[in-house]
């Protein structure tokens, strides 16, 4: 049996990677980028509606979740945004910032990817895909892999498989069964960036499917304004995918339906068209099926003038506070990332290397540290496989 040797290998060739891989190339180590799909960078193919949300440029610490919020800061301090954009920019890609820092292209996240793939192709990097990954051992300091039928060898081995959301594009737990393998802990992953499903008394609501409005939706101490969607399911749109990221089995979620109302408007409202209704008042600010959904389920029907200022008062306080009981998410078949994962307790910061077996090391979404939406996960992907591929 011939085992080929290089200095490291990398396992999952998307966008923490190939990043990785490109970056150990330049530095001069030999490194093997092996990807069990018929084609890398899946996920960055799909993203952000085919252009890719590459970056945020409001990149910032307190963006991502993990068990432990410092964990991100070196990384993302040491390969940044404007990094990132930099290499765009070197390659002649256009794009362009859309709402809140999201930085996309203007033509097609295929681009992303052959810039990623030419990196990788200077830097000598040999990469090979479509076949399963297995038996991989560590023995006298040497990493061994089977990939198809051949066998390969590296001092190095890093873990960039991702998370096993949208297991329709390849994705796996393969991380998490590696990670455990070598003794390294695994946070309880979660699908995150995911629609919320209604049942019981809110089971209504799914009749509203197709109707967006902008809101404040709450869950713990997290709180996003952006629009929700309701969906034939049950909530979803940017602000409810955010809190889905926080949001536990059990919790309730509460939503600001008029983030940009003032306090007492019901009550002015009253003053100002007594004979008008609480359904009216609502259709003034709503899409006309969430005000009349919303005006049956505060039961207060006729005029205005004929309702005491406290039942006004409520109904505002219920409108501002409007808590739904989501009995589950649509799971990782619809979760754009997921939350948890390989345990940042048993890394380095600096490097990414577990601390207790030398030469292995985990980057991007396999590792406990997911991103808002909007172009975060992808920093972190970038950033963390820098990280990696500069230690290496
Ligand atoms: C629909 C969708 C849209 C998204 N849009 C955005 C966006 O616009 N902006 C943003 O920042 N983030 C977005 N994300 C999230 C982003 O794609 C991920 O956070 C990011 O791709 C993670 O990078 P990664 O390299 O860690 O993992 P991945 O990009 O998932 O790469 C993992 C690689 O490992 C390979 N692999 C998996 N299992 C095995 C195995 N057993 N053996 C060998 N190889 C294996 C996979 O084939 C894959 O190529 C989106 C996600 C989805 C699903």
Known sequence: MTIAEYDAIVLGAGA??????????????????????????????????????????????????????????????RYTPTDFVALVERYGIAYHEKALGQLFCDGSAKQIVAMLLEEAAKAGVDVRTGQPVSDVTHADGKFTIRFGDQYFTAASLVIATGGPSIPQMGATGFAYDLARQFGLKVVEPRPALV?????????????LSGIAAPVEARAGKAAFREAALFTHKGLSGPAILQISSYWRHGEPVTIDLLPDAQQGWLIDAKRTRPRSSVRAALGAALPDRLAETLAERLALPGELGALTDTKLRDAEARLSRWIFRPNGTEGFAKAEVTVGGISTANLSSQTMMAKSVPGLYAVGEAVDVT??????????????????????
């Open 16 to 77: 923490a990677g190939l990043m990785c891989a490109a970056v150990a190339g330049q530095r001069g180590k030999r490194v093997l980028l092996l990807d069990h799909a018929d084609r890398v960078g899946k996920k960055i193919l799909i993203s952000g509606g085919g252009r890719c949300n590459f970056t945020n440029v409001n990149t910032a610490p307190d963006r991502f979740i993990s068990a432990n919020p410092h964990f991100a800061k070196s990384a993302l301090a």
């Open 195 to 207: 629609p919320l499903t209604l049942g019981g008394g809110d089971v209504l609501f799914r009749e």
């Open 371 to 392: 991103g808002w939406l909007g172009g975060y996960n992808f920093q972190w992907a970038w950033a963390s496989g820098h990280a990696a591929g500069q230690a290496l």
